[in-house]
């Protein structure tokens, strides 16, 4: 197993949409929401994680309509990927 994040499903998504990632160890994990503008909308997790396959669902239930980007950070890895909310 290797660092890995995924798209996230569904995309475009209403009100929820689900992030996998890999960790090959066990490692501190930052999965955070971004808005197009680049500030911080909802921190998924922060904290110590398992090695294996993780997910997390994002319940965007009070954001507005539009792109978001999310962020996975550890010590040795980082990812971003673009999600779509439509209500």
């Given at each position: 197993?290797?660092?890995?994040?995924?798209?996230?499903?569904?995309?475009?998504?209403?009100?929820?949409?689900?992030?996998?990632?890999?960790?090959?160890?066990?490692?501190?994990?930052?999965?955070?929401?971004?808005?197009?503008?680049?500030?911080?909308?909802?921190?998924?997790?922060?904290?110590?994680?398992?090695?294996?396959?993780?997910?997390?669902?994002?319940?965007?239930?009070?954001?507005a309509?539009?792109?978001?980007?999310?962020?996975?950070?550890?010590?040795?890895?980082?990812?971003?990927?673009?999600?779509?909310?439509?209500?």
């Open positions: 197993i290797s660092y890995a994040m995924y798209q996230n499903y569904p995309n475009p998504f209403n009100p929820s949409t689900t992030i996998r990632y890999d960790i090959p160890e066990n490692t501190k994990v930052n999965l955070s929401v971004y808005n197009i503008l680049g500030q911080l909308v909802q921190t998924l997790v922060d904290g110590q994680v398992e090695a294996g396959y993780q997910q997390t669902i994002w319940n965007a239930g009070n954001m309509s539009g792109i978001y980007f999310y962020r996975l950070t550890t010590d040795k890895y980082s990812s971003v990927k673009k999600l779509i909310l439509m209500k």
